[in-house]
Each structure stands twice: as C-alpha cells, then as structure tokens.
C-alpha cells in the first residue's frame, strides 16, 4: 500500500521533521495539557472521597457490584490493544503503514494499560485490604491465591501485556533517542544519552537488536490476542446469564482493537496538526487505520448479531431474558447507542471519499469510542442488574462519583500521553526510513 | 581501556557502504571495522553476513522457564492446598487451568530475556560510548576501521566507492 506513496521528503528530512515537537510548541498543547490536569484533580477529589467515605460514593449497590468502575477498566484495556496489534503483527505481516504510526500507538498502550490497571484498585475502595492476593504470594495462613479462578488469571495476564508492550515501545525507541541525544547538547544530551543506553547504530547492533524486536513481536502477537480473552473470561467463566458464553473472546479481542484504532485515529489526527508532520504521517497512512477500524466494527457488529442468534436459540429462557432487557427494556438507550455507534456509523467509512475526509472519520472515530464505553456498561450491568432474586431487582445509575472517576482517567491518560509527545519522539524515526526512498547513488 | 584509532571513512549512499563492506570482507587488515548507519537496511545485513543473531537463545531460555515457572506455580499451590471440587480426591491437578499461566509467564520472561539478550550482545547501556559522528543517527552511513593510517591502502580502497569524508580518528 505505502509503496504507492509519493514521498516529497528523503530520510535527511526525517529527523529535523519529526523533532519539531522538541522545540516551543503550538499554544493548544498548553490548553490541552491544563484540561487534563483539571480532569486529574476531578478523579483525584473523587478517588480521596472513595478512600474517606467508602465505595458508596460510587453507584454500585446489590446486586450490581461490578458497575462504571470495571466498565472503565476493561474499557481502557481494550484500547490499549491497537498499540501492540499495529507494533507486533502489522510488523510480521509487513504492513508498512504501521511505521508511522507505531509510536503513538504504542504510547498510547502503554498509557491506558497503566490507567486500566488503576480500577480493579480504585473499584475496591481501601485497596490495601483488598488487593492482597494480587502478587503470587500466600498469606499469613499460607492461603494461596485461587489460579483457577480468571481474576487471577487477569493478574497476570495485565501485568504481563503492560511489562511486554512497555519493553517494546521503548526498545523501539532506543534508536531515536540517540538521534535526539546527538542533537542535543549540555545537560539535555547526557539525559537522552542515558536514556539511549549509549547506543552507537553499528551494524552489528542493528543485526541484534532487529532479531530481537522480531522475536518480542512473536511474542507480543498471542499476547495481543490473548489478553482481551482472559479479560472475557472474567465474564464468560461465571454463570451470569449474557455473560457466560463461549463468543465472548473472540468478541472482545475484535471490540478491543476496535476502539484502540478509532482512539490511534482521534489522537494522531491532532498531533499531526500540532507539530506539523503532515508530511510524514500522510493520509494513505490514516486511511489504513480507517480501514482496520472498519473491519473490526464489521466483526463487532457480526459478533453482536450472532449473541443474539444465539441467546434465542439456545432456549435458554434467563439468557433470552437478558437480551430482551437489552434490547427493548430498560437499557435499550445503552443498547442502541452502542449498535449505532460500533456498527451504524462506521458504514460510512465504506466510501473513500469518506474515510479520506479527516473531520468526517475524526467525528465518527470519537462514536466509537463512546460506542466502546457504552458496550462495556451494557455487558457488565444489564447483566448483573436483575439477578436470580426478583426482590433485588432495580435500575443501575452511575453515581455523580463514578463519573468524576471516569473523567478522571481520561484526564490521567491525557496528562501522560502529552509528557510523551513533548519529550519524545512522536514518529519513530529509524523504521519511518525505511520505508522511505533508499539512498542509493546516481549509478544504480 | 584505551580505544584506538584509526580511520573513519563517511558514506553518503547505501549502496556505496555496501559495497565497500563486501571489498573489506574477509580481509585481516580490515580487523576489528565497525559499520554505521541510520537505520536497519536488510542490505547492510546481507553485506555484514553475520549469521543468525545469538538473542535468540536467551528468548528460549526465558520463554521456557516461564512456561515451566507457570505450571510450577500452580500444580505447587495445587498440592500445597488442595482445593477439593466436586468431590474429587486432593492431587488431581487440574492441569488445563494453568495452560493460562504458563502461557503468559512464557511470553513474560521470553521477552524480558529477548531484552536481556538485546543489551548484552548490543553490548549497551553503556552511556560512555565513543560517538565518532552524530550524522550516522541521522542520515549518513560510515565505516571505522581501527589502527590504520589515513594515507593507508586500507583508506585509497574506501575512498574509491564515492566517500564523501574521510577523516582519523586518534586514539584516546
């Protein structure tokens, strides 16, 4: 695809374009930087009133325990997944799109694994009551943890995706750094020096350090596809009519890369404005993430259909139960803006005019966003909502705490993504040569 | 240790590095030579004729002490305290449910080995490297071929593939 595209600039144009970022930056990265701290110190005030007061400022109340919290939190897992879907196999498959866009993704993974991590926490209230179990360690009665339950499985499954993506993202960024720390001078060139290891690009480095980027990527590959299934499991394993099906893997893994592209779509378009790399980053580029995001939301919206089909077939009238809820009853308005905006909206994106038109694809990848959000809150508490009591029967509503939480994280990841796209580099410089104009002299 | 000089000798085409790269190979007077550039072209690779990168046993070795790690770790709490389901007498280890956690310690400590394995033969971090030019981060392509003259045979050779500099390095 990208050896179609017609380059204006050679690989000597690489550093001085994608550094920019380094130097005084556009007034709207201040703006945007200070809107993420007051959404930090929102989820702050909000998580110091959890500790104080407990868990009842948030809106969970038998039988639904797992409410906004854990939406959250799989919600920011399952962005995380494009980071590492676009670094490791779009890097096997030899997409070459994805070297433009790999860093940002990566960041990006590694910033919402962080923010994910954070609920299962922040949804226990005093964590350190809580949490114990979470490290492979017994207690005080020599108790271990239960490894066949998934919530155990999570644990590792989590900490393994965030300790791999980070050891990607920043080996691939090793190389860079050094380009930066050649630049530099003073104080700043012993700071990226550190940070670059010393690295020196001989070619027998190269040789070693691309046989093992390409082994991490074989590694990251099942990895990618195995974190958003154990993150289903933590659903399908239970007994919960609507949760306890066999789709449920498949279906995340696909909603997951779903909304971690259209995220990678609503967070590259703004940054290639704000530091001028329209010339590297360049609309072929995007209209690839487009069309990935496309085959996802066609997968979602085959997955939600056959759910369905099979809610209705089975026979099974507590699973149909639920569905119908879904559907026509009380959480029809979570249920229809999800449909319409994982699998409606997206439709146009089946024309090019379209998925090449930047404020069109913008507007429609933050639905999918919202859509993403809104398919968590519809799996966990439509399900958990009318139990097998009907006396415990209700309506869920997020409290006003939850929603500070909520924005909270936005603000947190926000705060985190912008350090990065100041401090370092954006693009990745070494893999972006690549797949640019090789240097060759007249004579060939 | 001392680091020693010699010639450093800048390209500003690819394919001018890799043919000076094929005239140096096998030759003893080009002992010791290091290659730059700034970025991973498979050219370079296939000029350097290195051989299979030796990472790869670290990436085995840690991957298969995470799976080991991983089925260790539960067929261990397992007998350490039985959990009894359904029934079933202590010491029927339900295998199928650490197949989780010996996947994911697999992929766990084959990649913080892969790393491990990436550092060592890299031979980094040492932040005290000598950086003989900061172009080869950016776009230029260079060899550096230790205690040898400027006005050597080894230096003529070079400089016929379309050098752009050449220039010595002394010893420090």
Redesign the interface.
């Known amino acids: 695809m990208s050896d179609e595209v017609k380059w204006n600039r ?3 144009d ?2 001085d374009g994608i550094l920019a970022n380094l130097g005084k930056p556009h007034p709207s990265y201040y703006l945007a930087w200070g809107m993420a701290i007051i959404f930090v110190i929102i989820g702050a005030y909000n998580w110091g009133q959890e500790l104080a007061l407990g868990v009842g400022i948030t809106g969970k109340t038998s039988p639904v325990y797992w409410g906004v919290l854990i939406t959250d939190f799989v919600f920011w897992v399952g962005i995380g997944h494009a980071g590492t879907l676009i670094s490791a196999i779009l890097f096997l498959f030899r997409a070459k799109w994805r070297n433009t866009v790999n860093r940002s993704a990566e960041a990006m993974t590694v910033f919402a694994v962080i923010t994910a991590g954070l609920f299962p926490l922040i949804h226990m209230g005093r964590f350190w009551f809580g949490a114990y179990w979470i490290p ?1 360690l ?1 207690n005080t009665n ?7 339950s998934p919530l155990a ?1 999570d644990v ?2 989590i ?2 995706y965030l ?2 993506s980070l ?2 993202w920043y ?1 691939g960024m ?2 860079d750094l ?2 930066i ?3 530099m001078k003073g104080l700043r060139r012993g700071i990226y ?2 940070l670059s ?16 980027y390409g ?2 990527a074989a ?2 590959t ?2 990618v596809l ?1 974190v958003h299934s ?1 993150v289903s499991w933590d659903f399908a394993m239970s007994l919960q009519p609507g949760w306890h099906t066999t789709i449920f893997p498949p279906y995340f893994v696909a909603g997951a890369i779903l909304s971690g592209c259209a995220m990678v779509y609503t967070l590259l378009v703004p940054v290639r404005t704000m530091f001028r790399m329209e010339e590297f980053i360049r609309p072929e580029h995007l209209e690839a993430c487009i069309k990935l995001t496309l085959l996802t939301s066609s997968i979602v919206f085959y997955a939600y259909a056959i759910e369905f089909f099979v809610a209705w077939y089975s026979g099974n009238t507590y699973e149909w139960a639920v569905f119908e809820k879904r559907a026509i009853g009380g959480y029809a308005f979570y249920f229809w803006v999800m449909v319409f905006c994982n699998c409606i909206f997206p439709l146009i994106w089946w024309s090019k005019r379209m998925r090449n038109n930047v404020a069109v694809s913008m507007f429609v990848s933050v639905l999918v966003n919202v859509g993403m959000w809104f398919e968590r809150y519809n799996i966990i508490v439509s399900s958990l909502v009318e139990d097998f009591l009907p006396g415990s029967w209700g309506h869920f509503q997020p409290s006003l705490g939850d929603i500070g939480l909520s924005i909270g994280s936005f603000g947190w990841f926000m705060f985190w993504f912008l350090i990065f796209c100041r401090y370092f580099p954006i693009v990745s410089m ?2 972006l ?2 797949i640019m104009p ?4 007249k ?2 | 240790m001392k680091r020693p000089g010699g010639i450093l000798v800048i390209y500003k085409y690819l394919d001018q590095l890799t043919d000076a790269m094929v005239a140096m190979r096998g030759r003893s007077d080009f002992k010791d030579n290091e290659v730059f550039s700034p970025t991973s072209y498979h050219e370079i690779e296939e000029a350097l004729d290195a051989g299979p990168s030796q990472v790869r046993w670290f990436t085995l070795a840690g991957a298969l002490t995470g799976t080991l790690t991983g089925f260790g770790l539960g067929l261990w709490v397992d007998y350490d305290w039985p959990q009894v389901v359904g029934g079933k007498l202590p010491g029927l280890y339900s295998v199928p449910a650490y197949v989780i956690l010996g996947f994911e310690l697999t992929i766990l400590f084959g990649g913080l080995m892969t790393i491990l394995g990436m550092l060592v033969m890299c031979r980094i971090p040492n932040p005290k490297q000598r950086i003989l030019d900061v172009r080869f981060t950016d776009d230029k392509f260079g060899i550096f071929v230790p205690n040898v003259a400027i006005d050597g045979e080894q230096a003529r050779l070079l400089q016929q593939f379309g050098a752009e500099e050449i220039r010595q390095i002394e010893s420090e």
């Open positions: 050679t690989i000597s690489v550093n492979p017994p020599n108790l271990w943890a239960n490894y066949r499985w590792f499954a900490s393994t300790t791999v050891l990607f080996m090793v190389p050094a380009s720390r050649d630049r020096g550190v290891f010393g690295w020196r690009g001989t070619a027998k480095q190269w040789h070693h350090y691309e046989a093992g082994f991490l590694l990251a099942p990895l195995s154990i070494s893999e040569k690549l090789k240097p060759l002299s004579k060939h």
